[in-house]
């Protein structure tokens, strides 16, 4: 079992930036691969980007590319989500996923085991 708690979440305008984080305890995180998925008010959980269990391979939604990074600190337990030029369509609850790492980074919500409760991020034009 896999413990998440997300933070870091809050209000911004548009341009601006935050760093989620992720928290994890339970088991040895860096047997996991990481991703960061976020949900807006009546649509669907979306990718946004996912780490290897090693932080040596990404992968990023393209809708994101460019503006956010994933990165993890395993001696920490740690991951985040670094936010730059945010925009409004943004805005949504942003969650952080985890999954025992395999050959490839999953992209569905459907590919994770372990989730946090989600932080909210709001951003205003």
């Known amino acids: 079992q896999v413990h998440l708690v997300e933070s870091g979440g809050g209000s911004v305008q548009a341009g601006g930036s935050l760093r989620l984080s992720c928290a994890a305890s339970?088991?040895?995180?860096?047997?996991?691969?990481v991703a960061w998925f976020r949900q807006a008010p009546g649509k669907e959980r979306e990718f946004v980007a996912a780490i290897t269990w090693s932080g040596g391979s990404t992968n990023y939604a393209d809708s994101v590319k460019g503006r956010f990074t994933i990165s993890r600190d395993n001696a920490k337990n740690m991951a985040y989500l670094t936010m730059n030029s945010l925009k409004p369509e943004d805005t949504a609850v942003y969650y952080c996923a985890a999954a025992p790492a395999g050959l490839r980074l999953g992209l569905t919500p459907a590919s994770y085991d372990y989730w946090g409760q989600g932080t909210q991020v709001t951003v205003s034009s």
């Open positions: 339970g088991r040895i995180f860096s047997n996991y691969n």
